[in-house]
Every structure is written in C-alpha cells, then in structure tokens.
C-alpha cells in the first residue's frame, strides 16, 4: 500500500534560514505528490504539488522536486520568516487531490526572530 | 474563498454518549466530502468519502455503525460518533471538493479543510 515518511520535527529555525523537511514516499504506479502546509487554527492549505517526475512544485518560496529513483518529495525554501511557522504535511494520491489521499505525520516548523 | 468550517472545535463527552460534528462548505457546493482523523503524532488517516445525497464509503477497518455520516445536502456533512469511547477520542477533520463561485481559479479536483475538531471522551 501506499505510505509517506517525513522527518519529524519540530524544526526551530531563525528567521531567513534555510529550510529542509525531507519527504519519502512509498506507492504504487505514478502517483501525485503534494505539500499541506496547517497554520494555527486554520485547516490544512495546498501549499504545492507535482504532479509527474522531475516536475517542481512551487509556491511563496517553498519548493519540492518529485524525484522518482529516490522517492522524495523534500520541501526547501531559501529564507524561512516567522509567518511560515506551522505544521507541513506531505502527502500523496494515486488520482490527483479527489481522491484518497495519504499523509505523513506532519513536521512542525517554528520561526524565531 | 473556498472555506470550510467544522462546529464544534473541541467536544468533550461521557463515555456511551453520542457526538456529533458537524462539516460546512461556507461559499462552494461541496459534492464530495472526506472525513479524516487524525492520532497524536500520527498522520491522518481517511475514514470516509460521501458524495451528497449518497452513503458514504467507508475504508477499511472503520466501523460504519459507530462513525454515522450524513451528507445530506451541498454545504453539509455530518460525523455522528456513537456510543462513544475514550479510544474514540482523536481529532477529527473534514474536507470537501465540489463546485460555485467560491472555487474560483481553483481546480474541482482539489480538496479544502475544515480546521478539525478535537474529541475528549472521559
């Protein structure tokens, strides 16, 4: 079956860092890979998605590469802010963002001044 | 656009109780709706999918008997815990995809979240 695995965290970074949450996945045939990102308070948010190998999903300075020979979707972002600070969860789905989606465990990032 | 909202936020009951909670689409039609839940430190796992005016799907190992879900309308779907446990306490999320004005610009394949609602049975 299919599963993802990403790193635990938190993660505590200072303002401007750079950012890394690694992302594994597991699955059968192609599937689509996707970044939540769940601020406090609020639901889980698309944050990017890539949809076939060595395509590069972006989205306010965040990035993810699907890379197939190592089944990763690794999430960057050069200059992390305080406003970032949230829960990120990497996910997939066999048929796009409609059906069954499977999630990591989330990874916790916190942005210090 | 494209809000979701769940009611109640928190929910604490007695054990054998029943709760329920309830998923809104605030300015879509949501045709489907997803009912997750969620663990400390666990990811979140899918309980059901329900597509308005159908019976939901259930995945596998999820008793249907104790998570009732209606979905009877395009802005509403309903997760009814019954008889109640404190293994039953988690915390609950929904989603919906579907159609209207609110999804503008957005793909119809993408799912938007309620902000959960976390269960405390005592």
């Known amino acids: 079956g299919n599963s993802v695995t990403q790193m635990e965290g938190p993660v505590t970074l200072s303002e401007e860092a750079f950012l890394t949450i690694n992302c594994t996945y597991t699955?059968?045939?192609?599937?689509?890979l996707f970044w939540y990102v769940q601020y406090p308070g609020e639901g889980l948010q698309l944050l990017l998605k890539?949809?076939?190998?060595?395509d590069k999903g972006s989205n306010k300075g965040f990035e993810a590469t699907y890379r197939k020979e190592t089944t990763s979707f690794h999430l960057e972002k050069g200059s992390v802010q305080v406003s970032d600070s949230a829960v990120y969860f990497c996910a997939l789905s066999n048929t796009g963002t409609a059906s069954k989606l499977t999630f990591g465990t989330g990874t916790r990032l916190q942005v210090t001044l | 656009g494209a809000v979701v909202s769940q009611h109640p936020s928190w929910v604490i009951c007695k054990s054998g109780t029943s709760v329920k909670i309830e998923c809104r689409s605030l300015d879509f039609q949501a045709t489907t709706m997803f009912w997750y839940r969620q663990f400390p430190k666990q990811s979140l796992m899918l309980m059901a999918t329900s597509n308005e005016g159908s019976k939901a799907t259930y995945e596998q190992g999820v008793e249907k008997d104790k998570f009732l879900i209606n979905h009877a309308s395009l802005t509403l779907s309903t997760l009814t815990v019954t008889s109640a446990h404190p293994e039953d306490s988690s915390f609950y999320i929904c989603s919906a995809r579907g159609t209207g004005a609110g999804l503008a610009g957005r793909s119809y394949n993408e799912q938007f979240f309620g902000p959960g609602t976390r269960l405390t049975v005592l």
């Open positions: 890539a949809t076939k190998a060595d």
């Open positions: 699955a059968t045939g192609y599937p689509s």
